[in-house]
């Protein structure tokens, strides 16, 4: 897909989350995120223990309110640790993921209902 083809709403959102990953990259690095050589493996694994923080999170009866942003559910907070450590990856790796997830969004309104799989 080319510039051309997008719709303006779609523009509107990769304008956005370039530079929302632009962001989340320098915060990371200004607090030495990637000062020491960290790998790939090893931000991967930082997203991995986001996802269970967020799994835990959901599992419990009371939905709890964030840890450092109070005004959210821990949910809501997890979910938000997650797309920032991605977004920074992405940043660190030169990703165009605004793009990718307009592709893919597009790519996934042609496919079967669930894919045709069960589960």
Not at 64 to 83: L, R, S, T, V, Y
Not at 88 to 116: F, Q
Request: a neutral charge.
């Amino acid at each position: 897909m080319n510039g051309s083809e997008l719709i303006f709403e779609e523009k509107v959102f990769i304008r956005a989350c370039n530079k929302i990953q632009e962001e989340c990259y320098q915060i990371a690095k200004d607090k030495g995120w990637y000062k020491n050589s960290i790998n790939v493996g090893e931000l991967l694994s930082l997203i991995y223990g986001e996802v269970g923080e967020l799994l835990e999170t959901l599992r419990q009866i009371e939905p709890p309110q964030g840890e450092h942003i109070k005004e959210f559910w821990g949910a809501e907070e997890e979910a938000a640790d997650i797309i920032i450590r991605v977004l920074s990856l992405g940043g660190l790796r030169g990703w165009r993921i605004g793009e990718a997830i307009v592709a893919k969004m597009n790519y996934n309104k042609t496919r079967a209902v669930r894919h045709n799989k069960r589960f």
